[in-house]
């Protein structure tokens, strides 16, 4: 069974009113997304892995010791990623549901605290990689950043939001200012009905 590219949940520009560009979109859906499916195909084609689904791909063959992962992991898991990350946003972002807004402030004081350690969070991953708001296995509600391609699947913990902070979701419209990326992702890109929707 192999993997598809999926499409856009909304247009290539439908997001660049609120700070993220046709240009990035174009780069970022269009090429880097769908390498990682073709190269994930290529990896898995002829494997034990060949009909198994992205979340049983990633949980087996994540290595907890390795410091660098398998290439099948690398593309498989950032295949996920962003089949994710461009369901968490939406033109203008959302309203924030009631229900999220009293479980973030019981989590982390405030919303706008929220804000600012899941921006810490991204800003501070050093390289590539990957900021989170998850869900625990306790049912606890905790930021964390992962590097390259790792997600809280590996840890049993189910994605409620992730933002790429890797060069290729930022440059073109930020440069090397990924702080002020990850605020106007916070601010004016995440649909937050989507992230309600996965706690």
Request: glycine content about 8%; charged content about 20%.
């Amino acid at each position: 069974m192999a993997f598809s590219l999926p499409d856009l949940p909304y247009a290539h520009d439908a997001l660049a009113e609120s700070g993220m560009s046709k240009e990035t979109l174009e780069y970022h859906h269009d090429i880097h997304h769908k390498a990682y499916v073709d190269n994930g195909n290529k990896l898995i084609a002829g494997t034990e892995w060949e009909n198994k689904s992205l979340e049983e791909i990633i949980t087996g063959t994540y290595n907890k010791t390795a410091v660098a992962q398998n290439g099948i992991f690398n593309n498989i898991s950032q295949l996920w990623n962003h089949n994710q990350f461009w369901e968490m946003m939406a033109p203008g972002g959302t309203k924030m549901p009631g229900e999220l807004e009293k479980a973030l402030t019981e989590s982390f004081g405030s919303v706008a605290k929220f804000k600012e350690d899941f921006a810490a969070a991204g800003a501070g991953q050093f390289g590539s990689g990957w900021a989170w708001l998850v869900k625990d296995k306790d049912g606890a509600l905790k930021i964390t950043k992962t590097e390259n391609g790792v997600n809280p699947l590996c840890f049993g913990q189910t994605a409620l939001l992730g933002c790429d902070v890797w060069e290729h979701s930022y440059y073109i419209d930020f440069r090397n200012k990924r702080p002020a990326y990850l605020t106007n992702f916070l601010d004016n890109l995440v649909s937050w009905e989507n992230v309600a929707s996965r706690m």
